[in-house]
């Protein structure tokens, strides 16, 4: 069928038939875990199952800021979700998330294991438990909050919509292209204009709201996030940019930014962080794995 044919949905949807979409390989129409799978458990009370999607990168940038203000109850063990595998699905990290989505977190501090899931809720979560990166007055954390929470509303239509259109459906359909990209211009425009007149997205003060939002609208504004940066000219959003370089500037931002990461090149990567020493010794140990491969 070309994007030109009509379709007349059915009366009753069903599910019979591959999407050919770059993520066929695991989108389902129900939950639940498909296989038995225990999630391993480190020596920190805090435990992070992710990857480094925005999502998860929100995550692993959160616990080094905080590690960088010296909350030594930060420390964590971060341990990779291959969600092209289906790890998702495991019984143990459904048990964590039922909503089968990275990032999940595992807080065994208290008497009983309390998990925290959505990207947004383990944020707030972190800044609630260690009093940091929140502000303290009504107005500033209202204001604060208000932009987590726009982030968390607004990521869908870059992601699941313009992304999905533009770098993975199988088919280039004009109408949803259109249609996503005049929304992720809208918000880009609505973040530029807020950065126009403050420092942070929350105000003069770094929050989690400039967490949530950088590793999806910095990405974006640098033309890293699905090689779109040409096609939404984001080189206009000038103070985007400027906030954007600001954050990646950051060395809490450029630790966090490597937790977790499976792809890219070696120096980028770092599968899972157990100690702050695990980034110092990343590249040396992968490229001995790299040298010990058969050839």
């Not at 920190?44 to 940038?61: D, M």
């Not at 909350?71 to 990779?80: S, T």
């Not at 048990?95 to 809720?121: H, M, W, Y």
């Not at 400027?242 to 120096?267: F, H, S, T, Y």
């Amino acid at each position: 069928m070309s994007q030109t044919d009509d379709y007349t949905p059915p009366k009753v949807w069903t599910w019979n038939k591959p999407n050919g979409g770059h993520f066929a390989g695991i989108n389902r129409p129900v939950a639940g875990p498909t296989h038995d799978q225990a999630l391993p458990r480190g020596q920190h009370p805090l435990q992070l199952y992710s990857l480094a999607t925005p999502n998860g990168v929100k995550v692993t940038v959160m616990l080094e800021e905080l590690l960088a203000l010296g909350h030594a109850g930060a420390e964590y063990d971060a341990w990779p979700i291959r969600i092209t595998e289906g790890e998702q699905f495991g019984s143990g990290f459904v048990a964590v998330n039922p909503n089968s989505k990275i990032p999940a977190l595992l807080d065994c501090s208290g008497t009983q294991p309390l998990r925290v899931f959505e990207s947004g809720a383990i944020l707030l979560y972190l800044a609630e438990k260690f009093g940091a990166l929140l502000p303290d007055d009504p107005a500033g954390r209202t204001e604060c909050l208000c932009w987590l929470f726009w982030q968390m509303g607004s990521a869908p239509f870059l992601g699941g919509g313009f992304g999905h259109f533009y770098a993975y459906a199988p088919s280039k359909i004009e109408y949803a292209i259109d249609r996503y990209a005049m929304e992720v211009k809208r918000q880009m425009d609505v973040l530029n204009r807020r950065l126009a007149e403050h420092r942070y997205v929350g105000g003069e003060q770094y929050s989690i709201a400039d967490i949530a939002i950088w590793p999806w609208y910095g990405a974006l504004a640098k033309g890293l996030l699905y090689e779109a940066g040409e096609f939404l000219q984001v080189g206009e959003y000038r103070h985007l940019v400027r906030w954007a370089d600001e954050i990646a500037r950051r060395p809490a931002v450029q630790r966090g930014r490597l937790v977790n990461r499976l792809v890219g090149p070696l120096e980028s990567q770092l599968h899972e962080r157990h100690d702050a020493s695990d980034f110092a010794t990343r590249t040396q140990d992968k490229l001995q794995d790299k040298q010990q491969e058969p050839s």
